[in-house]
């Protein structure tokens, strides 16, 4: 096979008189995309009857992929699936059955296999009343020589804090192959906590917490009536983790800071429920980790640091407690920074899911594929505060605002980060990643969110250049701009670049997605920041291009 650019995105029969801008704003009437999308985030679905909530794609491969609907009925029902390459379906390339069972909140998935590598379909589901659900597109991924592949990054999508604007802005680009979302992909956070005070049009439900399956349930079908989170996964395959928020927050495998089993029950029923609800919902495998070929260029681990295997992160407030004073305070700091923090014993992927990883990066790098990426959830690079900001901190700001600041700038003091929550607080778990792509010659690529703010870092280990980590700003949830808002945003980014060896860049107060670009000779980062997210809008406010190059594991301006 010659290597060529990837295939055009598909263009619509001329009969339509419509272009592909035309059809990505909702223009065709009974065309792809946009049939039957609400024109605002409504509930009305969820005790709707037949197709409720649209059409999805994900986990592909070179010649399979995962559809994702949801229709309700009064029982389990048989659904024909329609795959072709072309928009009126003249010529089914397969045919397929999926089941939607009232045991599985009504949705349906199915794997299509046998298909045709670096190749677009479209895909439909047909009811046995005759009904048909929206058309979806979906792609393969592609196989042998590969010169171009390209992906949208987002993470930290929190309804309350306003519009999904980037994902309106990656479906209007139209320039994708594949979507990844690194996790927080919702909150589950009660009405009126985390934000205080939300925007009254992005109202979700239930209105309390989400604790029990019925609520997890419910919160992903509140998420899914947002017309812009719809309207693009219909447009791409995607590739899904979660992170904490899809459970509760700062979760690991025995338990969460958002957790509280005197009120709400035993974790593992909770942790089970949500795990159970986001693969019922999303066009997700029920694997916690996979690896994807994507053609001799790449190989994309999906990470699962989470529930399966993470230990609990420490807590710098509990390492503090009963300090008397603020050099106190650093003392015991500095004796958790000798003693349990590079406790071995801590993980965040547990012995498998490394051994795997390990293996997966040495056979990637040894059958000559040019780049090995992480999708996963945490920031990987180390990053502390620089003590100086605590003089930001003022008597108005909230209490918890406060204490964080203060805790991170003591630690910061004391030689430790200001995020236990990331992989920084399992720096021996970390070393032994890093170690594994070295031994393996990878050339690795690390994605992450979480943080909400965006971040280049070039990673080593003992002072051996390692690999990048491109860290993508959210969608939604505030960033620094949140608890330093009288800080400037540049003198924030100056002095925490300037703190950090790792980091060479950073942004800390603007929302938006990443668009990663691979090809043999370089990955490119271009984090695109919307102008806004209190209104409706796909405008960028501005963009930023970094790149790397194979073998090198530096950063430099695209």
Known sequence: MVPSEPPSRPSLPSASGLDRRSLLKGGAVGGILSAGLPSAPSLAAQSARGFTHGVASGEPGPDRVLLWTRYVAAQDTALAVEVSRTLDFFSHTRGDTATARPENDFCAKVVIDGLEPDTWYYYRFVAPDGTVSEKGRTRTLPAGPTARFRMAVFSCSNIGFGWFNAYAHAAEAND???????????YEYEAGRYPDDPMTRRRFAPVGETVALADYRLRHASYRADPDLRRMTQLYPMIMGWDDHESANDSYADGAENHQPDTEGDWAVRKAAAMRAYREWLPVSDNPYEAYEVGDLATLFRLETRLTARSRPPSLREIMAGGTSPDDMVARLSAFRDGAYRDPARTMLGTGQEEWLASGLARSARSGKTWQVLAQQVVMGSLSTPPALAGGVTEDMPDFIRQ????????SRAGLPMNMDAWDGYPAARERLLASALEAGANLLVLAGDSHNAWAFELDHGG?????????????????????????PQVLEGAVTAHNAQLKWADTSQRGYMAIELTP????AEYRFLGSIAQKSTALAATKRLQTRPGEHLLEDA
């Open 176 to 186: 994708f192959d594949l979507l990844v979302h690194t996790g927080d992909y919702f």
């Open 404 to 411: 964080r600041v203060m805790a991170a700038a003591l630690a």
């Open 464 to 488: 051996e250049r390692a690999g990048v980590e491109f860290a993508g700003q959210s969608v939604t949830s505030p960033g620094f701009e949140g608890y330093l808002a009288n800080v400037p």
């Open 521 to 524: 000779q370089r990955a490119v």
